[in-house]
């Protein structure tokens, strides 16, 4: 494992063949299992009713061979924040669902 995979939170790099004993024969593409550590931010902890700790570890997983650890784990954070962006645009700002899907229908709405 690199540096920069150790830097981005990467704990375990992995490929593994999904399925039982029974079924590995059907199931032929492999899988590649990233573990991920996220280190919270003690000034802002966000808890849930589960656990009082902000730091987490992620397992992602995905087809993707050619791209390295890190980068997988920065798409994933990425997509995090669109995520968190949606749901600030629905409850925040009570838009349900978008008018228009062009640049200026959004910008209006």
Known sequence: MTDDAQKAGVQRDMVVQLGCK???ND???PVRIIEVFHKGNSSRPETSNKTMDSSYTLLLATDRMDLSAEVIAL????RWQVELFFR??????GCTHLISLSKNGVSIQ
């Open 22 to 24: 029974d079924k590995q």
């Open 75 to 78: 798409i994933y954070r990425y």
């Open 27 to 29: 199931l032929t593409q």
């Open 88 to 93: 600030w645009f629905k409850c925040i700002l």
